[in-house]
């Protein structure tokens, strides 16, 4: 390979890297949240039901939604709607509290931070947080569950409907439930899925959704979701705290992105090979 050929391997491995490293940048964090673990609040201790509790600059969570807490007398385990397990201690967050909600749209309800504000309207922002699931005392059989999250229009709620009729709320749709948002232009982002084993539970993992914002003050909603949304599901509970608003580490490629990285640095090398390579004795 002659000068000129070395030259137009390195201009187009320059290309592919600077056209990966485009693609490693993250959706800026959901700004101006307070209270993200549900350790402020105006009513009654945990464990208690979430209107009970009021946690300051949250809304709804008129169902089987409560705040449970970290030690064992208010814990998940205890109180209205226990569960088989609690989930474990998240020691970085210090003293907080989290949500547990029943996943059966029949029960359950949709809870909202009230004003979320200072966005972009078509700027699509992160919003990580923390999520874990169990089983109801008393029942036993496999579940899943997940939360559903929505920035809408200030004022907005999640909600289950008919699939037949999205637009009216419905807690008795039984197999043919959706999630809706009350804003028809709300973005709407479903979080990692979680299989709960009967009797068991998925201890908290990190979770990350990514949603648009269409005005500059809106709603953030969530919604728990267990079994796709089944009335006939056996309890599935879904817990959430620690709802943060810093976005995963940037600049870190995929794996996919490191290999293909990896072949132009390994073209590169050939080249060197070949320039290094003695002439052979004629």
């Given at each position: 390979?002659?000068g000129s050929d070395?030259?137009?391997?390195?201009l187009a491995?320059?290309?592919l890297?600077?056209t990966?490293?485009?693609?490693?940048?993250q959706?800026?964090?959901l700004?101006?949240?307070s209270?993200?673990?549900?350790?402020?609040?105006?009513?009654?201790a945990?464990?208690?039901y979430?209107?009970?509790v009021n946690?300051?600059g949250?809304?709804?969570?008129n169902?089987?939604?409560?705040?449970?807490?970290t030690?064992?007398?208010n814990n998940a385990?205890n109180g209205?709607n226990?569960t088989?397990q609690?989930?474990?201690v998240?020691?970085?967050l210090?003293?907080?509290?989290?949500v547990?909600?029943?996943?059966?749209?029949?029960?359950?309800s949709?809870?909202s931070?009230a004003?979320?504000m200072?966005?972009?309207?078509g700027d699509?922002?992160?919003l990580?947080f923390?999520?874990?699931?169990s089983q109801q005392?008393?029942?036993s059989?496999?579940t899943t569950?997940?939360?559903?999250?929505?920035?809408?229009?200030v004022g907005?709620?999640l909600?289950s409907?008919?699939?037949?009729?999205?637009?009216?709320p419905?807690?008795?749709?039984g197999?043919t439930?959706?999630?809706?948002?009350?804003?028809?232009n709300?973005?709407?982002?479903?979080s990692?899925?979680m299989n709960v084993p009967?009797?068991?539970?998925?201890?908290?993992?990190?979770t990350?959704v990514?949603?648009t914002?269409?005005a500059t003050?809106?709603?953030l909603?969530?919604?728990?979701?267990?079994d796709n949304?089944?009335?006939?599901?056996?309890p599935?509970m879904?817990f959430?705290t620690?709802v943060n608003?810093f976005a995963?580490?940037t600049?870190?490629p995929e794996?996919a992105?490191w290999?293909?990285?990896?072949?132009?640095f390994?073209?590169?090398g050939?080249i060197?090979?070949r320039?290094?390579?003695?002439?052979?004795a004629?």
């Amino acid at each position: 390979m002659n000068g000129s050929d070395i030259r137009r391997y390195l201009l187009a491995s320059t290309t592919l890297t600077v056209t990966l490293t485009a693609n490693f940048a993250q959706a800026t964090p959901l700004p101006g949240l307070s209270n993200l673990d549900f350790s402020n609040y105006t009513g009654s201790a945990p464990k208690s039901y979430f209107t009970s509790v009021n946690p300051t600059g949250w809304t709804g969570g008129n169902g089987l939604v409560f705040i449970a807490g970290t030690s064992a007398g208010n814990n998940a385990t205890n109180g209205p709607n226990s569960t088989w397990q609690a989930p474990s201690v998240i020691a970085s967050l210090g003293n907080y509290n989290y949500v547990q909600a029943d996943g059966n749209p029949y029960y359950e309800s949709g809870f909202s931070y009230a004003s979320v504000m200072g966005l972009t309207p078509g700027d699509t922002y992160s919003l990580t947080f923390y999520q874990a699931a169990s089983q109801q005392t008393g029942y036993s059989g496999a579940t899943t569950n997940q939360w559903i999250v929505a920035l809408g229009a200030v004022g907005s709620f999640l909600y289950s409907a008919e699939a037949s009729s999205p637009g009216t709320p419905n807690s008795s749709c039984g197999t043919t439930c959706v999630y809706v948002d009350s804003d028809p232009n709300a973005s709407i982002a479903a979080s990692a899925l979680m299989n709960v084993p009967s009797e068991g539970l998925v201890d908290w993992q990190q979770t990350s959704v990514e949603l648009t914002a269409h005005a500059t003050t809106e709603t953030l909603s969530f919604l728990a979701w267990g079994d796709n949304g089944n009335t006939t599901n056996l309890p599935p509970m879904a817990f959430l705290t620690g709802v943060n608003s810093f976005a995963p580490p940037t600049g870190v490629p995929e794996p996919a992105t490191w290999a293909m990285v990896g072949l132009g640095f390994a073209g590169l090398g050939m080249i060197g090979r070949r320039r290094r390579r003695p002439a052979t004795a004629g």
